[in-house]
């Protein structure tokens, strides 16, 4: 039972470069998230899924997608790379939709946009 | 929206002494409250939450928090701290109510010294 699982652990880009950051967890939980972890400002969830084929918009998803083809995958797709994008990404997964629930993070994506 | 406030982003304190990282939270409904720590390096665990009950919750490592309506807060608690407690500790609420996840706070960095 590996939990949740990132690659790349390190990635650096150039500006208008895209990339995707792969998430799976094999725990079967319906719901998975993307958060950002900037310095100063706590993890900012990007985008989430409440099941396979079920995104919708976090907090601060602008120039982020994502999909949710099976229940295990949850990839984060940047398609033009800004250095505002520069950043810590956290993939995590829970159980069921209500709030009560605990999260599993990932170890992170640490991410540079030159 | 709900928010969380975290009043101490750096808390320095020498081995074996007490410490209390500060948490309050903004809603006028009921909540659930959770603290989640982050090792160098690593994602975020859980160390306890609050869902109902007892205001006084305990979690891993010897933490523990004490959850107060009328003052909205949630401060987390260890009577001696270990130099192996030296992590970001971080405050988070989720509405019962929402599909949403976590709205963390900004984080306070817990340094133990020898």
């Known amino acids: 039972n590996a939990g949740v699982t990132q690659t790349p652990k390190f990635q650096v880009l150039k500006t208008g470069q895209s990339m995707t950051l792969q998430c799976a967890q094999d725990?079967?939980?319906?719901?998975m998230s993307w958060y950002r972890q900037d310095p100063g400002m706590g993890l900012r969830l990007i985008h989430y899924s409440v099941g396979a084929g079920i995104t919708d918009q976090g907090e601060v998803p602008n120039g982020y997608n994502v999909s949710r083809s099976t229940t295990e995958d949850f990839p984060l797709r940047l398609l033009s790379a800004a250095p505002s994008q520069t950043s810590v990404y956290f993939c995590a997964s829970r159980t069921g939709t209500g709030g009560a629930d605990t999260q599993y993070f990932g170890p992170g994506t640490r991410l540079t946009v030159l | 929206a709900q928010s969380v406030t975290q009043l101490d982003s750096q808390v320095p304190v020498f081995e074996e002494a007490p410490v209390e990282l500060r948490c309050n939270y903004s809603s006028s409904v009921s909540v659930y409250l959770f603290w989640y720590v982050q090792y160098p390096n690593q994602g975020l665990q859980l160390l306890l939450k609050y869902l109902s009950g007892s205001t006084l919750v305990k979690g891993i490592n010897g933490f523990e928090a004490e959850f107060n309506k009328s003052q909205t807060s949630f401060h987390l608690r260890k009577p001696s701290v270990h130099i192996s407690d030296t992590a970001e500790y971080f405050c988070?609420?989720?509405?019962?109510?929402?599909?949403?996840?976590?709205?963390f706070g900004s984080g306070t960095q817990l340094t133990v010294l020898p």
């Open positions: 725990m079967n939980h319906e719901y």
């Open positions: 988070a609420v989720s509405d019962p109510g929402s599909a949403r996840q976590l709205t």
